[in-house]
């Protein structure tokens, strides 16, 4: 996450109106700092990224997505449970980010 935020926020030659998306997919649970994924998550935001929260699986924590979504939760927030589920639901996910409309995946948290 420290590395696309860094791309992000210091490419200059991005168009001005450009939206600022970030997509993380994890497994639900932090394998840095816990306090590191929160500090990475809120500058993202504070930086006007849209940070969208991936959880794929069944052991997901709901708090480290949380940490790293953008608000509200049920829209930046989505857990599904496989990555079979993520390649259904793409074409959804793409059109959230580009168009900003909300469809419901499998659940919104």
């Known amino acids: 996450m420290r590395l696309a935020y860094r791309h992000v926020l210091k490419n200059r030659n991005l168009r001005k109106n ?12 932090s394998n ?5 994924t929160h500090y990475q998550g ?6 006007g990224v849209n940070m969208f929260s991936i959880g794929i699986g069944e052991r997901i924590d709901i708090n480290v997505m949380r940490e790293i979504a953008s608000r ?3 829209y930046f927030v ?3 449970d496989d990555y079979g ?6 074409v959804h996910l793409i059109h959230d ?7 419901k995946l499998s659940c919104y948290c």
């Open 97 to 103: 980010i580009l168009v900003g409309e909300s469809y």
């Open 85 to 90: 589920a993520l390649m259904r639901h793409s």
């Open 42 to 47: 809120s500058g993202a935001r504070s930086h």
């Open 18 to 29: 450009a939206k600022k998306v970030m997509i993380v997919m994890t497994d639900g649970e």
């Open 72 to 74: 509200p939760y049920y």
């Open 32 to 36: 840095t700092d816990r306090q590191l």
């Open 78 to 80: 989505r857990i599904l």
